[in-house]
């Protein structure tokens, strides 16, 4: 007798249990429901319009570019799919490897670490601004005499840096490995090597890059 009971309560709670969990689900999906619908409402309205692209305009190697681009793209997308600049290459997609490194306002940056739209007015330079063949500029044709490249891919973002490092020596900018801060720093080895680790090369032609940025430096001198 007392068995019987026990299960008939049993079945009530679970019978409970079951109408509650299917009350929770049905409020859930009418509370989604309603929440879409308010949305698309307050998008549709003229007052509340949601903007996903930006007017912008920049200097891409000397000339100005106007686009209208989605707030999200980077600049690295934008100068490959939009302006069709594939000189700067997409290696990594996360600033660990420097194929992508451009010129912005004589700085180098990583162009897959920056949206486009942070860029309104700047003036930016690719390796495709950089020279030309028949009219190279110094450090892609030191690139060549001192066969600083193998597969070539890495090559733009390394030039793109190359210009940058000498261009941080001559303002005297140091580095991790700058030892007397109160001189003009200097162009060696180490200083190359440390200002050039944001730039992998896989083919391993360290030694041939800093041969040719040495020279370079040496020329402008």
């Known amino acids: 007798m007392i068995l019987t009971i026990e299960m008939e309560l049993d079945m009530q709670s679970l019978t409970q249990l079951e109408i ?32 996903y692209t930006t007017k912008i305009s920049f200097t891409i190697n000397g000339e100005i570019r106007d686009l209208d681009v989605d707030n999200r793209v980077t600049l690295l997308d934008v100068l490959r799919e939009h302006l069709h600049l594939t000189g700067t290459k997409k290696g990594c997609d996360h600033g660990q490897c420097g194929a992508c490194t451009v ?34 500029h110094p450090m892609q044709a030191a690139f060549v005499k001192h066969d600083s490249f193998q597969c070539g891919y890495c090559t733009p973002g390394q030039i793109c840096s190359s210009v940058a490092v000498l261009e941080e020596i001559k303002a005297n900018i140091p580095s991790h490995v700058t030892g007397d801060l109160t001189t003009q720093v200097q162009l060696t080895p180490a200083e190359i090597r440390e200002r050039m680790s944001g730039n992998i090369c896989r083919c391993g032609a360290y030694s041939n890059i800093v041969d040719a940025i040495t020279e370079v430096a040496g020329t402008k001198a």
């Open 20 to 51: 509650s969990r299917r009350d929770l689900l049905i409020s859930s999906a009418a509370t989604v429901a309603v929440s879409g619908v308010a949305a698309e409402a307050a998008a549709q309205s003229p007052g509340n319009a949601m903007t």
């Open 103 to 136: 010129l912005v306002a004589g700085r180098r940056i990583n162009s897959c670490l920056t949206l486009a739209v942070m860029h309104e007015g700047e003036q930016i330079t690719t390796i495709e601004g950089l020279g030309e063949p028949g009219n190279l």
